[in-house]
């Protein structure tokens, strides 16, 4: 007997080609914890203890997850600095940047509804 896989974090990679547009903005966008980093992202590049301190629930490796996924699909940039310890810092692309919008729509709705 095998037991039911625990819940992604991330929106699936469906193979094949996306029709949906929301689909496809949410396989760009990530999981649940994207937009916890855009909130911070929007605030100027952060490092990666930033992010963490400011997004208090998310673990070190959903953190790293979620970083990954959105460099991977252009929203960031990763930046490495050659310091010991190594630096690293996250800035949003432009195509990040026009995600703000989103963010601000979601706010006003939790402002309204919740």
Do not use: N
Request: charged content about 25%; overall charge positive; proline content about 7%.
């Amino acid at each position: 007997m095998t037991t039911p896989a625990a819940p992604s974090s991330t929106v699936p990679k469906v193979p094949g080609v996306i029709e949906c547009s929301i689909e496809k903005t949410l396989d760009v966008i990530g999981g649940k914890w994207a937009f916890l980093v855009l909130r911070e992202l929007f605030c100027g590049t952060r490092r990666f203890g930033e992010l963490q301190r400011s997004i208090a629930s998310v673990s070190p490796r959903a953190l790293t997850s979620t970083l990954r996924h959105m460099e991977e699909k252009g929203v960031l940039i990763r930046t490495v600095f050659p310091t010991v310890p190594v630096t690293v810092e996250y800035t949003l692309t432009p195509k990040g940047e026009d995600l703000h919008q989103i963010v601000k729509e979601m706010k006003l709705w939790s402002a309204k509804w919740t």
